[in-house]
T-cell receptor, first 110, second 113 residues
Framework: GQNIDQPTEMTATEGAIVQINCTYQ??????LFWYQQHAGEAPTFLSY????GLEEKGRFSSFLSRSKGYSYLLLKELQMKDSASYLC???????????FGSGTKLNVKP | KAGVTQTPRYLIKTRGQQVTLSCSPI?????VSWYQQTPGQGLQFLFE???????NKGNFPGRFSGRQFSNSRSEMNVSTLELGDSALYLC????????????FGQGTRLTVV
């Protein structure tokens, strides 16, 4: 079966750095995605990793280690608007079939 | 450029009824996937359509079905509704199969009473 694990909830302070981890076990791997979802809204695409290493995009960076089945999303200089759920998703053998984790709810406090 | 449009946004149905949800992908996108999102289970893949054909299917009972039209718009149908079908139903569109990015619609919030 497919298994994607991420912490349920995290709290961090405005201006700080937070790392959200994701581990996965899937049949096949064709990329790992991070999405941000504010309450009541659609998920929005943040990042995509298919090769090992770090992808940086402004305040957000995402890391992948395929051998370890592990990824993290790093958010720097946290802002209050970063309070949201962060979804880790793996694309398996079938290109448009994504397996999602349950999401990590990030609470940013002043 | 218009985003992914899902209708209706909210729906209340009673047990045993059936429901049809609609998704219009971004213009030029040919792949549409459907997901069910519940607090306990997270986002779960229902099925994916590309060029009017179902390409992938998740682990949902046969009460959940879908189709795609020649203009890439997709519909999802749930028959004999159960209380547990209450969820946010999201569709995502991408240009082709194998594309790196999928764009989600706002979802349809279905409540079964």
């Amino acid at each position: 079966g497919q298994n994607i694990d991420q912490p349920t909830e995290m709290t961090a302070t405005e201006g700080a750095i937070v790392q959200i981890n994701c581990t996965y076990q899937t049949s096949g791997f064709n990329g790992l995605f991070w999405y941000q979802q504010h309450a009541g809204e659609a998920p929005t695409f943040l990042s995509y990793n298919v090769l090992d290493g770090l992808e940086e995009k402004g305040r957000f960076s995402s890391f992948l280690s395929r051998s370890k089945g592990y990824s993290y999303l790093l958010l720097k200089e946290l802002q209050m608007k970063d309070s949201a759920s962060y979804l880790c998703a793996v694309r398996g053998n079938n290109f448009n079939k994504f397996y999602f984790g349950s999401g990590t709810k990030l609470n940013v406090k002043p | 450029k218009a985003g992914v449009t899902q209708t209706p946004r909210y729906l209340i149905k009673t047990r045993g009824q059936q429901v049809t949800l609609s998704c219009s992908p971004i213009s030029g996108h040919r792949s549409v996937s459907w997901y069910q999102q519940t607090p306990g289970q997270g986002l779960q893949f229902l099925f994916e359509y590309f060029s009017e054909t179902q390409r992938n299917k998740g682990n949902f009972p046969g009460r959940f079905s879908g189709r795609q039209f020649s203009n890439s718009r997709s519909e999802m149908n749930v028959s004999t509704l159960e209380l547990g079908d209450s969820a946010l139903y999201l569709c995502a569109s991408s240009r082709d199969m194998g594309n790196t990015e999928a764009f989600f619609g706002q979802g349809t919030r279905l409540t079964v009473v």
